[in-house]
């Protein structure tokens, strides 16, 4: 189960519905300046914790696992990355406390994610109370009442948004799917590409990705973009790239074979190409990246469009550039579409400084995908030389590092 994350909501004043009841609740001032109260002690509380992040992690799982043992069994065997996740969510909540956009599609988000878990409704509570414990314990210094109730009323809405998102999910499509492993290639020793068939259909868009589940390691999720348009066979494909200690990655590269079966969650994420514009469209992937690069292109020739599209593949060396061939056949059906390669050996840079050399951009809406450092940097230079802030879609910087096991 991913970890929840505690952040003020929608609304100024818990809903009463019996989540929470603050064991001190002092008046509640109007939304607005509630909210920013609230922020403030959260923000404070964080900063406080931080530096022995690991112990309150710990502790906060220890309580739970002792008072709800019948919850243990949504998570996986091993806790030591699911204790990173709750410490992520809880910093990406407090980034977009004022943000209340960004904060409702990241706990939306969450909340639909945590269905593959088996989490229900009823064990919202029992997280809430023994987070707000282990906060308690270790941040001593600034914990008050004040701040009890600030995070209670926080824990209070942004569980009901998630909840409510789950609810919502549950009407359009089922928790998970299973997937037959129909086709398993290795492009060099620690890269396979994946076809997979759902046993029901999947409603995808191209850009997208979502979580994986292998029968080697149970409740273990890891995300991966999807590498192909959706298709009338049904069929989805995956670019994985098995890591160090990769768990997941690792069994998909090495041990999966035709026949064997998966679990997907649900598709994500907002990397997606708008149909009605015809603006060009500057593509960077590196890596396994180029995997919803792909499907992007994929997507832009199936929807009978013209528009430009400029793709810039990167990868430290020639090896990396395991999906070229994919890329250069379409390139000679679509007279649209240019390619471009930049490997470290190449240029001694980065791909986004090549992007630079061959700019500028005007028009152009920008999509980036692969590792978090190039992401960052991709971002910087795509806004340093012009390009808008709203024409940059890339997925969550969390969800890659995540999804890199």
């Known amino acids: 189960m991913d970890a929840v994350s505690s952040t003020p909501g929608e609304n100024g004043t818990p809903e009463g519905d019996g989540w929470f009841t603050p064991r001190t609740a002092p008046p509640l001032p109007p939304p607005d300046a509630q909210q920013s109260a609230d922020a403030r002690l959260v923000r404070r509380t964080l900063t406080e914790i931080t530096p022995v992040a690991d112990q309150v992690t710990s502790y906060f799982y220890a309580l739970l696992f002792v008072r709800h043992p019948e919850l243990r069994s949504l998570f996986p065997a091993a806790m030591d990355i699911q204790r990173e996740r709750l410490l992520k969510a809880l910093l990406t909540a407090a980034e977009h406390l004022d943000d209340t956009p960004a904060l409702l599609g990241h706990l939306r988000t969450l909340g639909r994610g945590h269905r593959k878990y088996g989490a229900r ?85 191209a850009g997208q990705y979502t979580g994986v589940e292998t029968p080697w390691w149970p409740r273990v999720w890891r995300h991966y973009s999807i590498a192909c348009a959706p298709r009338s066979d049904g069929l989805l494909m995956f670019h994985v790239k098995a890591v160090p200690a990769g768990w997941v990655s690792n069994a998909l590269v090495r041990r999966a074979r035709p ?28 890596g396994t990246g180029i995997a919803p690069i792909k499907a992007l292109v994929e997507d832009v020739a199936e929807h009978g469009e013209r528009r430009p599209v400029e793709v810039f593949y990167g990868a430290r060396t020639d090896h990396g550039l395991y999906d070229l061939d994919t890329l250069l056949r379409l390139r000679r059906i679509h007279p649209w579409l240019s390619v471009r ?12 400084d090549a992007v630079r050399a061959y700019g500028p951009w005007p028009g152009y809406d920008a999509y980036l995908s692969g590792p978090p450092a190039m992401i960052r940097s991709g971002v910087a230079t795509l806004r340093d030389i012009g390009i808008p802030p709203g024409r940059i879609r890339h997925d969550s910087v969390e969800d890659l590092l995540v999804g890199a096991y």
């Open 121 to 205: 409704a009823e064990h919202y509570p029992a997280l809430g109370e023994c987070l707000i414990d282990a906060l308690g314990r270790y941040a001593t210094a600034v914990w008050s009442p004040e701040t009890e109730a600030a995070w209670v009323r926080a824990y209070t809405r942004f569980s009901q948004v998630m909840i409510d998102a789950a609810a919502e999910d549950e009407l359009r499509g089922p928790a998970w799917w299973q997937a037959e492993i129909v086709g398993h290639e290795l492009r060099g020793p620690d890269i396979a590409v994946l076809t997979v068939r759902p046993d029901q259909p999947y409603p995808f868009l």
């Open 259 to 286: 026949g064997n079966v998966i679990r997907l969650g649900p598709p994500t994420g907002s990397m997606t190409v708008d149909h009605t514009s015809d603006s060009g469209l500057l593509c960077l992937g590196g």
């Open 341 to 352: 390669t930049v490997t470290d050996q190449q240029t001694r840079g980065r791909l986004p």
